[in-house]
């Protein structure tokens, strides 16, 4: 009995990494957004009813395929130790809930959540997940330079631009609100030119505003997230390539081919020497 167990759970792990799956996953995902999409529009009872019975068979299959990767791997530390089948394993069970009587607008919400496994089953989708996830802690530092920005000129802006217009300048917090609009570029000329006619020189304070905050923070920014993504593919090459990536950075490529040379040349002076 036992045996036939372990083949069973071996049968599964390889249905659970074999492309086929992967790629059957993904288009049911599809099917279900398409299906949440359509329930939106003004639709005929039949095609209702056929929707309401692709959202029972799409429920089933998501169950299933949960419970295959579940027993694929066999230890509930293991499975659980993944954020990612936390959040499948969330998303599937919220798909359970009933959409009818008082759980109806939760259980709506759920299935349009479903969506989002797209990005868990597709690896490059996850990869740039982990980045944005990773560089949030650094942007936060950026955040708050930005913030203390905001703050100095929401201060300024008020004190000199509150008789002009006290619905955009007229304290701080209303000030700051302005200031992003500003930072957006909506409409801001048009504010710029209220503050010029009694203030000429105001011109100044909203182009060094926009080069900080337009040009220099949000530079920042993609920066910072353009850097951990880099960190994130290279740590995806070394655990590809079977590298450690443990105490420390993965090695970059260059480092690599660097190393790669140095072993070619020992093993041609070795040859020399047995020669």
Do not use: C
């Not at 996953?25 to 019975?53: C, D, P, Q, R």
């Not at 905001?150 to 619905?167: D, K, M, R, W």
């Amino acid at each position: 009995m036992l045996t036939i167990w372990k083949k069973f759970l071996a049968k599964l792990e390889k249905i659970n990494d074999s492309r086929l799956f992967q790629m059957s996953v993904v288009l049911v995902i599809v099917i279900s957004a398409l299906s949440i999409g359509a329930k939106t529009h003004n639709l005929s009872s039949g095609f209702i009813e056929i929707l309401a019975f692709a959202d029972i068979a799409i429920t089933f299959f998501f169950v299933i395929e949960i419970a295959i990767r579940y027993l694929a791997i066999g230890n509930f530390k293991t499975f659980f130790k993944s954020g990612w089948n936390i959040f499948d394993t969330i998303i599937v069970i919220g798909s359970l809930i009933p959409s009818q009587g008082t759980g109806i607008l939760l259980a709506r919400l759920l299935r349009v959540f479903r969506v989002l496994r797209l990005v868990s089953m597709v690896p490059e989708l996850r990869l740039l997940i982990n980045a944005l996830l990773k560089a949030i802690p650094r942007m936060g530092y950026i955040a708050l330079l930005m913030f203390v920005i905001f703050y100095i000129y929401g201060a300024v802006g008020s004190i000199l631009f509150e008789h002009v217009n006290s619905t955009l300048w007229g304290d701080v917090s209303i000030a700051m609100l302005t200031l992003f609009r500003i930072a957006t570029f909506e409409d801001w000329t048009d504010i710029m030119y209220e503050t010029m006619e009694p203030h000429p020189l105001s011109w100044i304070y909203y182009i060094s505003f926009i080069f900080l905050t337009a040009f220099v923070f949000l530079n920042m920014m993609v920066g910072t997230v353009l850097e951990v993504m880099h960190e994130e593919h290279e740590r995806e090459r070394a655990r590809s390539h079977g590298e450690s990536i443990e105490g420390g950075e993965p090695a970059s490529r260059s480092q690599v081919e660097h190393l790669q040379s140095e072993l070619a040349e020992i093993k041609a002076l070795l040859r020399k020497k047995n020669e």
